[in-house]
Structure formats: structure tokens, C-alpha cells
């Protein structure tokens, strides 16, 4: 079967974080992790092509899968390879939504991330194989994915065995009893010694380490972002209140103040009365200009992000993160400041 | 601690007339007693419609719901700090009338946009598709302050709820319930758990806040509270956000944790009794509350209790932060939480939660229904969030459903990563 391969610029050997802005190009044959991986699948299956962009290129536009895509279709995939990503957040997110959209155009197409990659819930319908957390895991993590591939060019599913990660979906359902008698019947089980036993697993949240401090602040761009809605007064690009979908950006080049009247808050999670009425509590403009005027900081970014967190799911707002993040290294900058509600 | 007495007479039918009464089940709503105790210079027009289970109604916009109950001559009045004196002297009588509710719906600032349907997939997930509803819609007089509205409509409700329950007191019940009071610490167990309910109230300001007789709780300590009280109205909501996560005053009125912890009083716990506790903004509001929480229930002799928020977000890191406490001081907590994994279910079902502990799963938030079109629509015409028509055939997440992931633990959705999964439709 004739195979495609996708890897980000690192993995190709193009560069690190310096080349990460690179377009998409196509490389006959096999290139980086590609090269074990042949060896892995033996000579039934060929790696005919290998597909690479930078990870800013590709992660700021949903729409560079698609062109991606058709890269693959014109080397004549038969089954498309995305990975394995590990736990990195913008290739695993450009991983993702290639397989989706390969899944979703009818070509076959399994990724390679970590369970917790922050991507993995853009594959939608697509199969992804366990990868370890790093890249010292390469070829374990290789072994599956070779396995896995084999077996879906037989036309076989995906499942738990292969390594399928995702996709184990947490579905709401009516039950015979009430939250709050379950709640007394866990509690009793609790006291009498099952420890183990509840509904949704506890604790496991994300560890967020923080990033090495800005080695010269006075040098540095810095970009404005936030989850408190603010937008354009009215509301034009009609961001949702809660349960946001989407992030948008504005323009601030030239603009030293949030004014009231002119731009608001459209969260729906908390009393925006004394927000409108000084936007810059929000998004801090007239602050960082008068930062950036006194060289505290080399400049501000031209535009600022912005999206609600009111009722957004966990795995929406790692993608924006994902995003936001890719969008920022493309445009050199060093920091960001993300005010919350 | 007072023992009460409910004396239940059931509503199976309900039309709108020119005086208010109750006769063998049926329920008449008098048009000019609604005018009159809703007449307030902040509200232009009040009008009584009617929505009842089974009916191709949808209600948007819902507001809080409150169940008519009343005192009885004499008897002292309900909803204290409100309608009642904060005295305690109340008698030992509480009539409900059951299977009725009275509601408002319409726009208010921070009224996040919610629905009722009274039938169709969305009907088995909300407390109030199954009750007989007086809704009351609104429109606040030109120039007065959306606050003063949103205090004129909470009154309203709370005098009608009472005005529908005092006509029904000298009618023969269908039933009387005998509230005990709550296990005394010290005093025999029979080897059986102390086992109560921490009920934490949110306290975020206008349109964010729930009444503990009639003052918001915020910057007060955790409190031990008599569940008599609760049954009386002595907590009433006036908290909008997430319609899915909100407890209206009607779930107060019928604790779903109380009512099940006094269901199995004597045969496997002991109902130790309830704390209230507000929810602060402020971090360090949070583990004050928290740790306050927890030695409380020691002191007052709980082995375990079951905690319940209200909201989201600020409310899940209460929540979580209180059951760490509990079960650092030696206590067996468990929390009751909706989850949020996105529409597929494969996200993180919790934004922010315990580490220790344990979970009960009220639904998944994010989950999308399809609902179809009703021929009536009351509260709006406008579902300004979906910016879809009332009456349209719509797809909403579970979110929306006024009450679908009961915090106080009415409703009867839960998640599971197995057995494969079926939509909610499959199964409702």
C-alpha cells in the first residue's frame, strides 16, 4: 500500500523553533522517524512521500489541513500517517485535524499523540494510537503505530487493543436513580470501605509549568489576550456569551485606550457593568502602552485575542491555547499576558 | 430543632380565572390576584400564561421556580426575611401543593438564556416539564432599574406562591409527611454513619446570588441550618447563569439530598443535618470557607457528608476545595459534579475538582440534543443565544435545560465511558 507521511520541521530535520514558520512541502520517500518506521513495516507498505510544515504555519489556520490533504492525495496515498506527535500541543493539533480531514475525505489515515496531547480531540472520528509523553519513547511508540497501520491497510478498526486512544467517550444517559440518591449510595459505600468506587475519576488535572521568564522585558513584543470577552461595542463578529466555539482578534495598532462605549464585554459568567464601563479592566491597553512608552517592554503586539471561558469545555480551551500560542510565535512574540474572569 | 409536618395536597390540573382557588386537584389561578401582588412601580405588565406536562409548550428565558406553599392561618408565614418575620415562630404545618410551580421568564441582564420544553426529548431532563406551571412573564416599566425588576419579579413569585398554597389549607390532604429533625450529635448512632449534606449557595452580587433570609450570604461563614427552615423558604435563588446548573428556590424548598438522607435515616445513617456555606470569589475566601466547612462538620459530628454547588467554574473549585478539606480532617466526602467534556464526550470532564474523595456525575454539560419544533413558545418569542425562533425545531446543548444538571441532585442523568455509547434520545 502507498503510505504519505506527515512530520513537523523538527522531526523532517528542517530546523527547531527558528523554522517552525515554514510553509508545507513534500519530500520523496521517508524522512526523520519515517525511516524506522519503514523498516518496522516491512515491504508490504511503502512510504512514498513525507509531508512537512512548520508548527506555526500549521497550527494558526484550520485551514492548512486541507492543503495538506490535497498534498497527500497527489502523491497517491492509499493511507495517510500523522506523527507521532508525543505530547507536543501544536503538532499534535495539526496531526489531528489532518487525520480528521483525511477520515472525513474517505482516505485512511491513523495519528500517533499522547493521551493527553492537547490536540487529540481535533481527530474527531479518527483513529490515534498511544504515543509516549516524549520522544525518547520513539520506538515503542513506532512499534504500535507500524502495528496499528498494518492492520488498518487490511480494512480492519482501530480498538483499545491497537493502542486507540480518544474516542472513549463520556455520554450522558438517564439512569432509574436520582444524583442525589447515588450521592447516598456512594457515600455509604465509601464508609464501608470501598475507597476506590465514584462517577467520574478524581483528580489528574494538568500541571501547567510555567515558562523561563522573558530574558529582556525592555527588548520583548507582547501581546494582549483574554477570556473575558471583549470585543467591538455591538458585537459584530457575534462571539458567543458562554460556551464559546471560536477565539477572534482585533486590531490595536494606534489605539492607546479601551473606550466605553466603543468596545465591551459580552461574557454571559459574571457582571459586566463596571468592565463596560472601563474596558481597559479587561484587556489592560492603557496600561501596557504606558509600559511600552515608559520601555518596560520593547512593544505590543498590533492585535489582541479574544474568546469567553464562561462554559467552555476544557478541550475547546486547550485548543485556543494551542493556537493562540502558534499564532504568537509566528509573529516573534515573547510574551503574552491572558487576563481571565 | 423543630419537627415539621407536610401537608401535601396534589395539583393534576390548572386554568386561569377570575379568582384564585383550589378544588379536588384542580388549581384556578385568579388573573386580578396575579396583578395585584405582582404591582410594583418597576414593572409595567405581568401576564399569567400556563404550561403543562406533556403540552407542545417550550418555555425560554426561565427565571427562578418556586413551589406554593403556605402556612396556614396563624401559622407564621413562609419564605422568612421576605414574605415572613426571621423569628422562627412558625408552626408546625407546611401545605405544598405538589406537582404545581410558579415561574417567571424574560430577559434579564444576567439571565443566561435557558429552556423548559413541556414534552418532546428535553421534558424527561428538567424538574419543571413535569410539574404545573403558573408562568409569569414580565415587561420592567419603562426607565426603572433591571435590579429593582429582577427584586419586584422574585417578590411577586413568592406571593403567589403563597396566595395558590393558602387556598388549598382547608381542603383535606392527599397526604402528611413527618419531618424529623436531624440526629443530635452525642447521642446514640445504633452503629449507623452520621452522614449530612454541605450545600454551598453562590454569592457573585446582582443576579448572581441566592437569599438566606432574604440577605445574600456573602462574607458569611459556613453554617449549621435547621432543615425545617429550608422546607419553609428560607433559602430563595436569585441566581441566573447556567440554566442547566442553577438550583431555583423550588429544589431548595425540596432538597433532593435532604429528602435522601431522611429516606434512609435509621436504616443505613443517620441524617446529621445540613450546612449552608457561601461560595467567595477570592481565593482566599475559598479556603477560609472551606477549611471553616470541614471543621464544622467535625464539630458537629458528621462522618460524611455530601457537598453540592451552584454554577460553575468559581463553584467547581469551592466544591473541589471543600472536599479536600473534609477528607483531610478524616471525613468521607463525596461531590456531586456535571461534567464538561465537549459535545463528543472525549474531553476532561472536569474543569477543576477534588484529588481526593469521591464524584457523582450529573451529565455531560456540552452534550447536544435536538429538539423539536412546540407550537407555543412563552417567556420571548427569540432565543437570542442560538438567535433561533421560540417554537423552531432547534439543537441545543444540555446546558440550556433549565435544572438537567441539578446541582442539588433532582435530576437523573449521569456519564460513563462504558458501555458503548447511545445518545440521550436512545434512552429518554
Redesign the interface.
Known sequence: MRLVHYVNQFYAGLGGEDAAGLGPQVLDGTAGPGRLLQQLLGEDHQIVATIVCGDNYAASDPAVSAELLEMARTADAELLIAGPAFGSGRYGLVCARLVAAAQAADLPAVASMHPDNPG??EA?AAPVVAAGAVARQMRPTLERLAAAVAKLATGAPLTAEDGRV???????????????????E???A??AGDRE??????????VVVPAAPVDKADAAAVALVTEGAVVPFGNPD?L????ATRWLRYPIEGVDTLVSGTWESVA????TTLANADPNRLLPLDAARELERDGAIGHLHGEFFSTV???T????AKRFGVEWAAELRKAGVQAAILTAT | MTTLRRVVHEVHSVELGPATGYHEHHLVVGREQVESLFADPALAAVRPRLASPGESVRIITPLDVVEPRSKGRGGGGVFPGFLAPINRKRGPDTHVLRGAAVLAAGYLPRNQEGLIDMSGPAAPLSPFSRTHNVVIEFDPAEGAPLPDAEQAVRRGLLRLAVALADAAVDSAPDAVEELAAPHRPGTATGGLPRVGVITNLQTQGAFKDVFVYGASMAGALPTLFDPAEIEDGAVVAGQYGHPALRNPTYLHQNHPVIAELRARDGQDLRFAGVVLCPEPVEQAGKEHVSAHAAWLCQAAGFDAAIVTKEGAGNADNDLGMKVDALEAAGLTAVALYAEMSGSDGTGPPLVAGPRHGAVVSLGNYDQRLKLPAVEQALGGAHLRIIDAEATAAIEVPVAMILGALSPLGAGRLTCRADPPAVGLEEVA
Open positions: 487529540i480531540g474527531g480518544g474516542g472513549n467517550a463520556r455520554i450522558g444517559r438517564l439512569v432509574e436513580d436520582r444524583a442525589a440518591r447515588r450521592a447516598v456512594l457515600v455509604l465509601r464508609l468506587r465514584t462517577e467520574v475519576p478524581v483528580g489528574g488535572f494538568d457575534r458567543e456569551s458562554a460556551r454571559g459568567g459574571f457582571a471561558g464562561n462554559g469545555s476544557v478541550a475547546t
